[in-house]
């Protein structure tokens, strides 16, 4: 078998692997969305609680991402039909949505970590911080940060009919690259929501040995585990595509090497896969926690 036939059926391999991943993390996406929302929106414990003002938050924002990525990218893989190509304003305006919805993802998933560190923590002017007010004030402040931030993909993004959609500045695509992309959307929430969720769990256990209420007790539990999976997940996920992302930018690749070029366009659906799970699979697994501790 030549290279060119093996390179083919690769893509071909790849190609089918990312519609049909890419397709149930639709669905299960959307079905688990819309559980945990009716879960938080309707349980007594959870109406007036911050920690699950940040767990609604972050659910309705991972709808959105989901409902606005994942079926243009399965229609470009299915149909072969780009929009980025076929509407100059959608060029411009997809990666502004994408990369705002997952900044704000990101941030919710940090302010939560941090929040049930305050909540849980054993001192009281720490305690008194994590507030619901203070969360919505951070939620909502995060979103306008974020639309702000990212505007400025409207002006970078263009389009060319040689090589489609894309940044052209050479400067902005080497900021793109290394700072709003690994730093920005890998290093620093990894980083962030694994020390101070890992730090909530200390405080957890510690809660234990402390004279409180048992359905304080349990609601601390219940809501750290949950936040403590997002975060398991969050990073699990992304890092993948962070690797991939520092390795496509330190290796040249000869462009005549059908193989090679066909291997990491695969990797990369791999990579790419793992990252819309966050949004997707992680609101199953929170359901399963809570309806674990609730019952």
Not at 28 to 34: A, F, H, K
Not at 58 to 74: A, Q, W, Y
Not at 237 to 244: A, D, G, K, Q, R
Request: charged share 10%.
């Amino acid at each position: 078998m030549s290279s060119s036939s093996v390179a083919l059926t690769i893509l071909f391999a790849s190609k089918q692997f990312a519609i049909y991943v890419y397709f149930l993390i639709l669905i299960c996406g959307v079905i688990g969305n819309i559980c945990n929302i009716l879960v938080f929106t309707c349980h007594k414990l959870f109406r007036r609680n911050q920690a699950a003002f940040y767990l609604i938050a972050g659910t309705i924002n991972d709808s959105c991402l989901l409902l606005i990525v994942l079926p243009f990218r399965i229609t470009e893989l299915a149909f072969a039909f780009d929009m980025t190509r076929a509407s100059l304003i959608w060029c411009k305006f997809r990666p502004m949505i994408s990369h705002t919805l997952t900044l704000i993802l990101f941030s919710i998933v940090c302010f939560a970590a941090i929040d049930q560190y305050l909540s849980t923590n054993h001192h009281n002017w720490l305690k008194q911080l994590s507030t619901l007010k203070l969360a919505r004030r951070l939620v909502y402040s995060a979103i306008i940060v974020w639309i702000m931030y990212d505007s400025m993909f409207l002006y970078f993004f263009e389009f060319r009919s040689t090589s489609g959609c894309t940044i052209y500045n050479v400067g902005f695509a080497f900021y793109y690259s290394f700072f709003h992309y690994i730093t920005l959307n890998g290093i620093i929430p990894v980083l962030v929501s694994s020390i101070f969720s890992l730090l909530a769990y200390s405080n957890v256990r510690r809660i234990v040995q402390m004279r409180m209420s048992v359905v304080r007790r349990k609601l601390d539990k219940q809501l750290t585990a949950m936040i403590l999976a997002k975060v398991a997940f969050l990073v699990l996920t992304i890092l993948p595509s962070i690797v991939f992302r520092i390795y496509i930018l330190n290796v040249t690749v000869d462009p005549s090497d059908s193989i090679r070029i066909s291997i990491e366009q695969f990797l990369s659906n791999i990579a790419y896969g793992l990252f819309y799970i966050n949004p997707s699979v992680c609101n199953l697994l929170q359901l399963k926690f809570f309806l674990l501790f609730a019952f």
